[in-house]
């Protein structure tokens, strides 16, 4: 994918509008894994994930804004980024990302002792106040936005990488003895307990990690737009990630992947319906909610390995696949 996508760019076949298209994707694949760990696996509402990237997305914004007009940092060139600016893109999500993830830590540890529509109630609030904050300070460029950032988040290549990173970070993560210790909280939180596992830190643990990426692709999306401003990240952006997550399937990386770039790439597909376009994304969405509840995918995940077994040795599974239909025919 990456070489496709690579030679694609090189060969200049991939125009402004669809290179924004894309870069829209990346950015909301690492949004939706990331509040899937907290909604999904977890299995607590959270509704104002829009807070933690605006948050990652200011810091990083402000971070290379001083190394480019104070510092007097070369960041960019006509063909594109110079090796500082390089660095200074990376470095700046992860100041972007490491910020956002203190206030996920600052939030968590009190709001997690909560669950349902408490904890959901009390992360909405907090990302409607983060927003007025980001209106009322001048550093921030107040209701005007923050204007003349520095466009690091140009090279699509680039991009693509650090989503892959991240998305490769993240099924690590739940297929770990952490992963596997939240996801047992998110079925019985009482037995995991029982069991020895320590829920609020596990919780605090699955809300900073999940803020630490939402940051990260905040400051993606501030240095590829150029300008930020407060009403980006108010309510509505929470519930579209939040959306992604529940149509992909709640415990499902995979899920998510695919509902980001679905509900992504949708609604410029319809743009030619533009007097019908969004009754026909409702509908769309509306559908699949009524024949999977579960959202897409459920809990499957996508499996290599599995994948490549069942090409290897098709028999095997088609045989499982018979005896466990007898099985079932016999009970």
Known sequence: MFVILMIATDAGLINRYVRGILMTIFIN??????LNLTTGFLG???????????????????????????????????NGLT??????????????????????????????RLKGDYLAIITLGFGEIIRSLIEYFPF????QGLKKIPKLASSLNVVYIIMIVCVVIMFAFVRSRHGRAITAIREDDIASEA???????????????????AGVAGGIYAQYLGVLGASSF????????????????????TGSIL???GLTALPE????????RMLIYSVVLIIVMIFKPSGLLGTYEFSLTRLIDRIVHPGKHKKASTMKKEGAEIE
Request: a neutral charge; aromatic letters at 12%.
């Open 195 to 213: 069991s020895g596992i320590p829920n609020t830190h596990y919780k605090v643990m699955a809300f900073t990690i999940a803020a630490f990426f």
């Open 234 to 253: 108010g309510f509505m952006k929470s519930i579209d990630i939040l959306v992604m997550v529940v149509l992909g399937g709640m415990g499902s990386l």
């Open 140 to 143: 921030t460029g107040g209701a």
């Open 83 to 112: 090796s500082a600016g390089l660095g200074f893109f990376l470095l700046s999500l992860l100041i972007g990302g490491g910020i956002a993830a203190v206030f996920g830590l600052i939030v968590g540890i009190p709001a997690l």
């Open 259 to 261: 509902s980001a770039v």
């Open 44 to 78: 607590q509402i959270a509704l104002g994930h829009a807070g933690f990237m605006s948050i990652g997305a200011y810091s990083a914004a402000l971070f290379v804004k001083y190394a480019q007009d104070t510092m007097g940092i070369t960041l960019l060139q006509e």
């Open 29 to 34: 694949i690492i949004l939706a894994i990331s």
């Open 269 to 276: 597909m319809l743009r030619s319906f533009s007097d019908y």
